[in-house]
């Protein structure tokens, strides 16, 4: 998994991450070493918005056909770079399923759309004043966003204590690292990986690594 992505740009964070976890996870550690340097950026300037409703687009669809169908409605707004919610509102369904969004994808942006002029969706002005939990309780409250969703969006923010139980490629990272025969419950890799706390997103990155050696 590849984030093109300021919060971890901070050398003193990495380190402080990196330390801690290669400290009180011996077995991680080595692992750690074998994969190399932490080099994930980050970013806080990120459009919610803008971001929530391309992660709509992009579910259950290859790379290449989800930017397809994500070229296709930002071109029926030819004179923006990206639709802002009430451009989405006032868009037909027909018009966006023309585009190439399913009927439910279209439910979705529109309910992203009425949510964030609603003041749910928080700009990222404010969503830097909420912590992980007050953003994800916000969210999935969004037809289409589940908590994996959001959790990757707070990993693109910067957040560094992240650990999304549910992804595949970590608890496929999880299995090969310690050397399980099965892969782990979300719950038991949430136990697991309390002693990472606070920098649970530098873990989860390593594990994701772990799969390409």
Request: proline share 4%; net charge positive; glycine share 6%.
């Amino acid at each position: 998994m590849q984030f093109s992505l300021g919060l971890y740009t901070k050398l003193d964070m990495k380190k402080a991450g990196v330390k801690h976890i290669s400290k009180c996870d011996k077995i991680l550690a080595r692992h750690m070493k074998r994969v190399g340097a932490f080099k994930l950026s980050s970013t806080s300037k990120i459009d919610p918005f803008e971001a929530l409703m391309s992660s709509i687009v992009y579910q259950q669809l290859n790379g290449r056909a989800a930017s397809t169908i994500l070229g296709r409605v930002i071109a029926l707004y030819p004179k923006k770079k990206f639709p802002e919610p009430k451009d989405i509102l006032k868009t037909s369904n027909e018009a966006l399923r023309s585009a190439g969004l399913s009927r439910n994808k279209t439910l979705a942006v529109k309910d992203l759309a009425q949510k964030t002029l609603d003041g749910v969706v928080p700009t990222s002005k404010v969503m830097a004043k909420l912590n992980d939990e007050e953003i994800i309780e916000r969210l999935i409250t969004i037809r289409g966003i589940g908590r994996w969703t959001v959790e990757m969006l707070l990993i693109k923010m910067g957040r560094h204590d992240v650990l999304p139980a549910t992804d595949y490629g970590i608890r496929q990272g999880f299995k090969l690292v310690y050397k399980k025969r099965n892969l782990p419950t979300p719950k038991a890799l949430i136990l697991y990986g309390e002693r990472w706390r606070p920098y649970r997103t530098i873990a989860s990155w390593y594990l994701w690594r772990v799969l390409d050696l």
